[in-house]
């Protein structure tokens, strides 16, 4: 890669949170489109959102699936997904997006000046030439070293309104990025596996510490990081999926998608007894399209 269109941004214009971050550098160099700066009291419906992937450079075998059903549950909404194109979950996050035609932002542990070597340089190519953006803090001629991956961690959890740690061994990058976005105060989920499995020990570790939130499936991402989408929702992608919702479930839920309400309010105004509104309510929860953290308030589809 030649250096000719990289750009140095001063702190005072740091794209999407990393101003408001206390991790962030003095400057950062880029290449490609970045948004312009927001803060944490943006509006979702209107800005853009960054939102990190992480996860281990040795993923398990349904790493590429989870990745995929993860990054598109993301469509139709403002977010721009953030990792740091290592091997592994890294790049089949940014492999995801770019599928999903999702932006997506490659933060480095090198200068954007210097080779990036193999299907990681593949990739980054493909995401200037989709509209996305590399972003390094170190100088363009800056080769990578194992002592700049804290630095390239702290800017991915500093530019993201939540961190979300896919796969993870216990000790390694994603957690230093976990570690970094809960200083930030920013929102952290990792996403559970089996007991036994080690690429699942990291994240299993940060949910048994309550440090943070689970995402049990991974289409319910985009309602548990409160995104609304823009556009509506397809039924059709939702069953190819494997998710098949009843009709009385589709019509129940074209009516409240977009808003917040209490169980009372949902009762009053579909005329279901409580049975029937509870058995759509777990339906349309484990199908991501609506959450409850105190079983009172149901928000849809990411309404807030």
């Excluded at 932006?103 to 000046?113: H, R």
């Excluded at 500093?158 to 961190?163: E, F, M, P, V």
């Excluded at 409240?256 to 007894?273: H, P």
């Amino acid at each position: 890669m030649n250096s000719t269109d990289i750009y140095r941004i001063e702190a005072g214009d740091f794209p999407l949170l990393l101003g408001s971050s206390t991790h962030k550098p003095e400057f950062i160099y880029a290449r490609g489109t970045l948004p312009p700066p927001t803060s944490p009291e943006s509006d979702a419906s209107k800005t853009p959102v960054g939102i990190a992937m992480v996860g281990t450079r040795r993923p398990g075998n349904n790493a590429r699936e989870l990745c995929k059903r993860l990054v598109f549950s993301l469509k139709g909404t403002h977010a721009i997904v953030i990792s740091g194109l290592a091997q592994g979950i890294d790049s089949l996050c940014h492999e995801a997006v770019l599928e999903a035609g999702i932006p997506t932002i490659a933060v480095l542990a090198q200068g954007l000046g210097t080779r990036i070597e193999g299907s990681r340089g593949d990739l980054a190519k493909r995401i200037l030439d989709a509209g996305g953006a590399l972003v390094s803090q170190f100088e363009p001629d800056v080769v990578a070293y194992k002592s700049n991956f804290p630095a390239r961690n702290r800017i991915i959890a500093g530019l993201s309104r939540a961190t979300v740690i896919v796969q993870s061994k216990k000790k390694g990058g994603a957690l230093l990025t976990a570690e970094f976005a809960r200083k930030d105060s920013r929102e952290l989920f990792a996403v559970p596996g089996d007991f036994d499995s080690e690429v699942a020990s990291g994240a299993n570790d940060l949910l048994d510490r309550g440090i943070a939130k689970p995402i049990f499936r991974p289409e319910s991402l985009c309602t548990a990081l409160g995104l609304p989408k823009s556009g509506g929702i397809s039924f059709e992608e939702l069953s190819l999926a494997g998710c098949n919702l009843s009709d009385d479930t589709k019509k129940f839920f074209l009516k409240v998608n977009g808003f917040r309400k209490t169980f009372s309010e949902l009762q009053s105004e579909s005329g279901l007894d409580v049975n029937q509104l509870l058995t759509i309510l777990t339906e349309l929860e484990m199908a991501g399209l609506a959450y409850t953290e105190d079983n009172f308030n149901f928000h849809f589809n990411g309404a807030t």
